[in-house]
């Protein structure tokens, strides 16, 4: 269908270890997935987005890897400090207008 | 600097009630949408809208309506409240592309029906 498998719902790592959260999605012709970050109390962030002609891209600590013949995404999240601390979702789009949204990762980093 | 702003953060209303949201981009977007979020559900677009006085049915439209008259500002209208329409509201905007932009968000407001 059109919408988006997001796992696990809840994380909890140490901090400084790395934490990982995948999504799934079925319409091969998506081709644009964006994650976004939700601070308590705050509007969602976008912090990292793929396009389905990329396989990975990395951002300082995060980064998006795609496998578009298994139909999924990861989120990665090295040397995790406490204020990464958030609601974690994942989106994709084919057209740009309607997008589908995870359920949300809620990870906690133990200081 | 992207600003989406929405016109409350918190709301309290009563069954029945016709309720009007409002949200403002000063970015020149094309594309607005409105979703609502839950506990558990993630973000679910209710309607988007991707020109003036253009609008679209999302996942879950039913007792919502929109308005958008002018390319700023994308009205959400519940017609007559009731209980289940409480929730977190959300705008977004985001540039027209074909192929999907980063989405802007709004703050939210934070709807309570009596």
């Known amino acids: 269908g059109e919408n988006v498998e997001q796992h696990p719902s809840t994380l909890s790592v140490q901090e400084g270890d790395s934490a990982v959260i995948k999504c799934t999605y079925s319409?091969?012709?998506?081709?644009?997935f964006p994650w976004y970050k939700q601070e308590l109390g705050k509007r969602p962030q976008l912090i990292i987005d793929?396009?389905?002609?990329?396989g990975e891209k990395k951002d300082q600590r995060i980064a998006v890897t795609l496998n578009k013949t298994a139909k999924h995404f990861s989120l990665h999240i090295t040397e995790t400090q406490p204020e990464d601390s958030a609601v974690y979702f994942c989106a994709r789009t084919n057209t740009g207008n309607q997008f589908y949204f995870g359920t949300g990762t809620s990870l906690t980093v133990i200081p | 600097d992207v600003k989406v702003t929405q016109s409350s953060r918190y709301l309290v209303k009563r069954t029945g009630e016709k309720v009007f949201l409002e949200c403002v981009q000063d970015m020149d977007h094309e594309n607005m949408f409105w979703y609502r979020q839950d506990p558990g559900l993630g973000l679910r677009l209710i309607y988007f809208?991707?020109?003036?006085?253009?609008?679209e049915k999302g996942d879950i439209p039913e007792g919502y309506s929109v308005s958008r008259e002018k390319k700023e500002r994308f009205s959400l209208i519940l017609e007559s409240a009731s209980t289940n329409q409480t929730s977190m509201y959300l705008c977004a905007s985001s540039l027209r592309t074909g192929t999907g932009e980063t989405q802007y968000f709004g703050p939210g407001t934070r709807l309570l029906v009596l």
């Open positions: 319409d091969s012709a998506s081709n644009y």
């Open positions: 809208s991707y020109d003036v006085k253009m609008k």
């Open positions: 793929i396009r389905s002609n990329v």
